[in-house]
């Protein structure tokens, strides 16, 4: 456990005014929402982790408009409850809720199972995840019940994932080393992102070529890729980012959640439905308006991809050791 002396917390002490009367309601809330514990009437709490301190400086911002008196503050120790106690109330306080969705989960299995009987059922396992994500965010002292809650819904996207796609041959990544990679001129999601797997996990020192429509590339050894004909191109459902992947043996659960998101931005299809989407494609076109030149392109869409990657990775490890 961490001593008092290493833990930080930080608390926010409001007085709400009588009026407006929604007001109350409106930022018990947003409270909940960022996983705030109450540990006296008035006066809520938050272990000081990334984010969470401008989760309080925004909800303190909306009470000073609406005219409360709100402070917040960071402090060692919380008066009258230990480091152990203060974080079991964490855990309690947020159970209800990943009870409540591994009993939604639940019956969406029952929901699913159904489907090898007749139609498949309208079960909309994306939300569930989203809302697992959500819970996940703010569990900050790994409540008991997070586990059963994640594996439900776990079950949930097995069940209702599509049939796997037919094997691509592998191959040797040793056969990628030293390459030159061509595609297309005024490269994009999926082309940036392949670039990307290319000098992360395949070749550093890779060299690339763009090149305009319908042109060669200058000798038999060059790798092309995202171009008509290309050694990894699009294959079936599967953009080029995947079909590499999947031919490199890059399974990791990093890769594969870029290759999601990469997927539904390139080909429209809302296959994976992820929640970062949205936002990663507004980054990737921020990085094409500010850099028209491909060479640019990349590095800023590999610094992009590089933190996206980490993230990834950091939040499905984070779910496993649920």
């Not at 139609?119 to 989203?130: F, I």
């Not at 990544?173 to 082309?191: S, Y």
């Amino acid at each position: 456990m961490t001593s008092p002396t290493t833990t930080r917390w930080l608390l926010l002490i409001h007085q709400i005014p009588k009026s407006p009367a929604y007001l109350r309601a409106k930022v018990g809330k947003q409270l909940a929402r960022v996983g705030a514990v109450a540990v006296k009437n008035s006066v809520y709490v938050l272990p000081r982790a990334s984010g969470t301190l401008e989760d309080f400086q925004w909800i303190a911002r909306e009470l000073h408009s609406a005219g409360a008196e709100v402070t917040v503050f960071e402090a060692a120790v919380v008066d009258g409850l230990t480091d152990a106690e203060l974080e079991e109330r964490f855990r309690v306080a947020i159970a209800p809720e990943f009870d409540a969705l591994r009993e939604e989960a639940e019956a969406a299995l029952k929901a699913l199972r159904k489907k090898r009987r007749g139609p498949e059922p309208a079960v909309d396992v994306p939300r569930l995840r989203k809302r697992l994500d959500e819970l996940t965010a703010i569990d900050f002292f790994a409540a008991p019940a997070a586990r059963e809650a994640a594996a439900r819904v776990a079950e949930c996207e097995r069940l209702a994932a599509p049939e796997s796609p037919l094997a691509l041959p592998a191959v040797d990544r040793a056969t990628l080393v030293g390459r030159t990679w061509a595609t297309r001129k005024g490269i994009h999601v999926d082309r940036i992102a392949t670039a990307w797997l290319v000098r992360r996990f395949l070749d550093a020192d890779a060299k690339f070529l763009w090149l305009s429509k319908d042109e060669a590339p200058p000798g038999p050894d060059v790798l092309r890729f995202d171009t008509f004909g290309g050694e990894f191109t699009h294959e079936g459902d599967r953009c080029s980012f995947e079909v590499l992947a999947a031919r490199a043996g890059l399974d990791g659960a990093g890769v594969r959640a870029v290759g999601e998101i990469i997927h539904d931005l390139d080909l429209k299809d809302a296959k994976f439905n992820r929640p970062e989407t949205a936002g990663v494609g507004a980054l990737l076109n921020g990085v094409c308006w500010s850099h028209p030149g491909d060479d640019d392109r990349l590095r800023a869409g590999c610094t992009l991809l590089d933190a996206l990657h980490e993230s990834l990775t950091r939040q499905k490890e984070r779910m496993t050791a649920v």
